[in-house]
């Protein structure tokens, strides 16, 4: 497995080197040093674009239908409709801010503000065109830059998306769009910068040849400082050395926390407690839960950026977490109440997605087995025990399942991605200049990267998601009435239901 500091764009350019060749003896008495021409730019791979083209589909299907039928099904049935529009109307207005302002947001430098987010020069793309290409993790590989752009938009339209869980069946559908595009604006690109903007293999290693190649101490104060300034252009938790592979932070945590948040300010569903709130239809949540496992496939390998075996490792890693994840939630279900539900295990699947989508390119699958065991239960624990004793309604889980299951995973990268537990180790671009290596690991100051990134971005996604709740409150009101709510939000927010029997 190549190693990943973060996901991020690369705008890695190729290397620039002069070769020297001497001519026959036979061709001249004298041999003369001559300059190769510049090495041609690195062309996409056609197989690293087919499988980031499809990776990007099965991440959109995660979001529609999985995410629509996964959360529908859990809501009771004078709701489901407003649930699968909501899902898909954020899934539609998101796609389009990203192409015209979030790309450009997200991945490019940001001057003076670029520790927290990217700039305005590729607003509605501009200078994109077919021919231009973006980096991977791989020193002179790159892919189309249109698709990169459709596969980190897909991670767009699905986080928000999540949120809807929290407060599901009581907001309403004018204030959850206006809240929505405020929270990714605001809230998702920047994160999406911090995390996974830098400047891409090819110029890291290039910087670092020029400082090999120095020989005096000027040129090697000027290389230094050329090198500085590559690694400077990065985003804050890029730099702090947090790791990330695939949105542990950027998705998970953004969104559970900013869900937790909602459904505190927007206060309990009418009889929460006292009625039976039960899923109107496990057959939907089942179906839409199997689509997530099968698109999480493009989240997670996709997230590798070229079809190779580090892909292959967090293929198997997104197989054998989730699949623990289910079992240990089923068994501690079983253990705990008596019975092994279908929910308990859909909901440990989830959580094991959850958990091992940061350190999928990391872990060892062994790694990745234990933790998917570890997310199981203490999700299960989170959304069961501690949800029930502090008494808050978190319609769907969507704080103990993707707020805990990210903290949990992000932290346990920082464990899982050692040598000594199977992991493929920190990645390093410097030492071997032109080729990725391994880095130095420790232990401590890895977890502690881990932790400030966990803690930056709970405070970064809880209070700014407040102000916005907020505002939104103060202006157009974020819930129904009580009569609305009473009569279901398909009707009174849709005018049509879900089912017409």
């Known amino acids: 497995m190549k190693l990943r500091n ?24 004298t041999p003369e040093v001559v300059a190769a021409p510049a090495a041609a730019a690195p062309v996409p791979n056609k197989g690293d674009t087919a499988w980031m083209m499809v990776s990007a589909v099965l991440v959109l299907l995660m979001t529609v239908p999985g995410l629509a039928l996964f959360y529908g099904g859990l809501v009771r049935t004078k709701n489901m409709l407003s649930v699968l529009t909501q899902v898909f109307a954020i ?66 339209m699905i986080t928000p998306g999540l949120i809807v869980g929290a407060f599901a069946e009581r907001m309403k559908f004018s204030a959850l769009l206006v809240f929505s595009v405020l929270w990714v604006t605001l809230i998702y690109f920047p994160m999406a910068h911090m995390v996974w903007y830098w400047g891409g293999p090819d110029l890291v290693g290039d910087a670092a040849k020029a400082l090999a190649a120095a020989t005096d101490d000027a040129s090697k104060a000027t290389a230094q400082a050329a090198l500085d300034a590559v690694n400077a252009d990065a985003g804050m938790l890029f730099k702090w050395g947090a790791l990330d592979f695939a949105g542990g932070t950027v998705v998970h945590i953004n969104a559970g926390i900013a869900g937790f948040v909602g459904c505190l300010m927007l206060g309990k569903r009418i009889g929460y407690g006292r ?22 496939f493009g989240f997670n390998a996709g ?28 068994f501690v279900e079983w253990m705990l109440k008596g019975k092994p539900s279908l929910l308990g295990m859909l909901s440990g699947a989830i959580a094991g997605l959850v958990a091992v989508t940061p350190a999928a390119g990391f872990a060892g699958p062994m790694g990745s087995i234990v933790l998917g065991l570890v997310a199981g239960g203490a999700c299960f624990i989170m959304c069961s025990t501690v949800k029930n004793a502090l008494g808050y309604d978190d319609s769907l889980d969507v704080f103990g399942v993707h707020c805990i299951g990210g ?26 200049p032109g080729e990725l290596a391994v880095g130095a690991y420790n232990m401590a100051a890895q977890l502690l990267a881990q932790g400030k990134a966990v803690g930056f971005t709970i405070l970064w996604s809880g209070i700014g998601s407040a102000i916005l709740y907020k505002l939104v409150d103060l202006t157009i009101g974020l819930r129904v009435t009580q009569d609305e709510e009473r009569e279901g939000l398909d009707i009174a927010d849709h005018g049509e239901r879900a089912y017409n029997y």
């Open 275 to 296: 009625d039976l709130l039960a899923p109107h239809s496990l057959t939907m949540t089942t179906i839409g839960a199997s689509l997530l496992w099968v698109g999480w």
């Open 407 to 432: 903290i949990l995973g992000a932290l346990a990268t920082g464990i899982l991605v050692s040598p000594d537990f199977g992991g493929v180790g920190i990645p390093d671009y410097t030492s071997k």
């Open 91 to 156: 899934a539609s207005i998101v796609c389009l801010l990203w192409v015209a302002f979030g790309y450009s947001m997200a991945f490019t430098n940001g001057g003076g503000l670029n520790d927290f987010v990217g700039g305005f020069s590729k607003v509605f793309l501009k200078g994109v065109d077919p021919s231009t290409t973006v980096a991977t993790f791989s020193n002179g590989v790159v892919i189309p830059e249109y698709v990169y752009i459709c596969f980190q938009m897909t991670f767009a």
């Open 303 to 330: 997230s590798n950026l070229e079809a190779n075996g580090s892909a292959g490792l967090a293929m198997i890693n997104t197989f054998v977490a989730t699949a623990a994840a289910a079992v240990s939630w089923l």
């Open 6 to 29: 973060a996901l991020a764009l690369g705008m890695g350019g190729a290397a620039l080197a002069l070769l020297f060749v001497e001519p026959s003896l036979a061709q001249s008495p």
